[in-house]
């Protein structure tokens, strides 16, 4: 089952409210989840628009779950370390892949 963590949409008409949860990839825009990880307020004032559980999306990112784009922003926004730490992760990914794909092309000449 593939993850990602996404925003779902709450509220009512012109007073939109989002949770940032963990979902199916295949699953609706605001249907079933797995975990609600947080939630965005994009009307509230700056400090109270914002919440989230970064140990939880820390979890699932760990798990394999991807970051949507806007929900990446957001937790950019509170916990950059995660985001830095996702990063890195990512790059020492390419680093062993291309150290590997060296190796191969120095044996076979």
Do not use: C
């Not at 999306?57 to 806007?70: F, P, S, V």
């Amino acid at each position: 089952m593939a993850l990602k963590i996404r925003l779902r949409q709450q509220g009512r008409n012109n007073r939109a409210f989002y949770r940032l949860v963990v979902t199916d990839v295949r699953s609706p825009r605001d249907g079933k989840y797995v975990e609600a990880v947080g939630w965005y307020d994009p009307i509230a004032k700056e400090d109270k628009s914002l919440s989230l559980k970064t140990d939880r999306i820390q979890h699932w990112l760990n798990e394999g779950a991807e970051l949507t784009e806007r929900a990446e922003s957001l937790v950019l926004k509170a916990a950059p370390e995660i985001i830095r730490g996702q990063t890195e992760r990512v790059l020492k990914n390419k680093a062993k892949e291309a150290a590997k794909r060296k190796a191969r092309k120095k044996a076979a000449a």
